[in-house]
């Protein structure tokens, strides 16, 4: 099977700091994997990835079911590491459920009785 490449310092910048750089990228990856899902990302010439690229790049990678197969070409330890923390960090958000409990008041002074008491 052929081997994809995609050099990112060829599209973007050197410093890798925001959500709408790892958007792209990954809209890249995802086009090329439309014809080889082998794919190698080459780090040559990045000197920074942020905490936010990272989060927002596994988010995206992951955001429906397609197989992968990615291969990072020198990318240093510490853009490996912002990758893992960024992908250890990843949770399921579950839909927040709130309740809300209603008073019904017929004398507005009775409403003094619940507001004070906390």
Not at 28 to 49: L, M
Not at 61 to 81: G, H, P
Request: charged fraction near 25%.
């Amino acid at each position: 099977m052929i081997t994809s490449e995609i050099k990112i310092t060829e599209t973007l910048s050197p410093t890798l700091d925001s959500r709408e750089a790892a958007t792209t990228l990954v809209a890249i990856i995802k086009e090329e994997s439309k014809i080889n899902h082998k794919i190698e990302i080459d780090f040559t010439g990045v000197v920074f990835i942020s905490r936010s690229f990272a989060d927002q790049f596994h988010k995206d990678l992951y955001a429906d079911e397609e197989k992968l197969d990615l291969n990072f070409k020198k990318a240093s330890l510490d853009i490996i590491s912002m990758l893992r923390a960024a992908s250890n960090a990843q949770t399921q958000r579950k839909t927040a459920v709130n309740t809300y409990k209603e008073f019904v008041f017929n004398n507005l002074s009775k409403s003094g009785d619940i507001t004070f008491s906390w």
